[in-house]
């Protein structure tokens, strides 16, 4: 069974790639080509708007696609079949948004097509893979650790998701899930070292101070994280309710999102996109960016994920949350007076817990971009943004 579960994480790991480098090749014309010979003001408004147009015509004939990893999940374990027969819808839907600079990641999209594949690879394999639900739990946790390229972070996403018994033993399932991540991950790296392509998050440098000032103000940046993640649901209850009466209309509300995000990005361009690339730029230029460009960068890119989504440019949520913490954190640096790389980890960790709600899986993700020394102001931020209770209106967020 271990070879079979190797074998789909390294599936898991090429279908991953293939779809990371159809999306950098599509932003590369888009954003990279087509601007060199069409030069104009408005181009990110009106190639947003034909992305938007793209997408509400392709939500429109198959359905709103992709959905988000909890909802597959949900699914799954109601023991609904995820079909696999609109794999290639699910991967376009998946793809557009993105290479039409939407403020979303790509990990939602992904694990569509992934679980998917399980179901395939299950029905292929039924006299091994008799418990379906485990092999996608499997196959999502793969595809998470391929595109963040943290296995450590896809484990403990997973465990942290789990809320009840499985009928594979605890232990044997916990090697099933370092099996297919390390297949993934093998054959991502694999590809990427010969063909290039993937995604991935920008390395800070190591806090070079840690003193009484960095102590002092973890609690306090901490919180600003919070506060950041609590704003993240406001977006999010009210852009529902916003847009609940255009949901009629497919077309136009996605024409009109993409209006808004290249509106928007004309002036704050690191609002678009997911956000990895981006928060490699801004770390490099944080102090010339400045501090209110920065704060209203970061609070904007989590409206705009929110924005996106309402309007029909599906995706995941946590590349922009972190770059929306990188941006806040740098912010903050340039009024307080401490290692601004310790600020950052404390700010980016918070927000992102505080949205994800896994203290353990945030700290393993930003492990891969920030610096071993910063394990511990992260575990304040991620302990105290996953702690604080979400407020009562968060519920209503779902409606």
């Not at 099996?179 to 990427?192: E, P, Y």
């Not at 290039?196 to 998050?201: A, I, K, N, V």
Request: glycine share 14%; with cysteine; net charge positive.
């Amino acid at each position: 069974m271990s070879f079979f579960v190797a074998l789909l994480g390294g599936v898991v790991g090429g279908v991953t790639w293939i779809l990371l480098y159809i999306m950098d090749l599509g932003i590369g014309f888009v954003w990279e080509f087509v601007p060199t010979h069409v030069n104009f003001t408005l181009y990110p408004v009106v190639i947003c708007a034909l992305g938007g147009a793209l997408i509400g015509i392709w939500s429109k004939r198959f359905g709103p696609y992709p959905h988000e990893m909890s909802e597959i999940m949900v699914e799954v374990k109601k023991g609904n079949k995820v079909p696999y027969n609109n794999i290639p819808v699910v991967a376009v839907a998946a793809l557009l948004p993105l290479i039409f600079g939407g403020s979303i990641g790509p990990e939602a999209g992904l694990t569509g097509v992934i679980v998917g594949l399980c179901f395939w690879f299950s029905d292929r394999f039924e006299f091994i893979f008799s418990e379906v639900e485990e092999l996608a739990q499997i196959g999502m946790a793969a595809t998470v650790g391929v595109i963040f390229g943290s296995p450590l972070f896809a484990f403990a996403n997973q465990i942290e998701d789990e809320t009840k018994p499985t009928v594979i033993p605890k232990n044997t399932k916990i090697f099933m899930y370092f099996v297919g991540i390390l297949g993934g991950f093998g054959a991502l790296n694999l590809l990427t070292s010969i063909f290039g392509g993937g995604m991935g998050l920008g390395r800070f440098p190591a806090i070079e101070s840690v003193s009484g000032g960095e102590w002092l103000a973890a609690i306090p940046l901490a919180l600003i994280g919070v506060i950041a993640g609590m704003i993240y649901f406001v977006f999010q209850r009210v852009m529902k309710v916003i847009v609940r009466p255009l949901n009629k209309y497919i077309i136009l509300k996605t024409i009109l999102g993409g209006m808004i995000l290249g509106g928007v990005g004309i002036f704050l361009p690191y609002t678009m996109f997911a956000g990895e690339q981006q928060m490699t730029v801004v770390m490099n230029s944080w102090q010339s960016i400045g501090f209110g460009v920065l704060l209203l960068t970061g609070a904007v890119k989590l409206l705009m994920g929110n924005i996106c989504v309402e309007m029909g440019w599906r995706g995941g949520n946590i590349f922009p949350t972190i770059f929306s913490g990188v941006a806040i954190g740098y912010a903050c640096a340039l009024v307080i007076p401490i290692d601004p790389v310790f600020c950052v980890a404390v700010v980016t960790a918070a927000l992102t817990a505080t949205i994800m709600r896994k203290p353990m899986a945030v700290i393993f993700l930003l492990l891969i971009c920030f610096p071993i020394n910063g394990i511990i102001p992260m575990t304040i931020g991620a302990v105290i943004g996953a702690a604080i209770p979400l407020p009562k209106w968060r519920k209503m967020g779902k409606a």
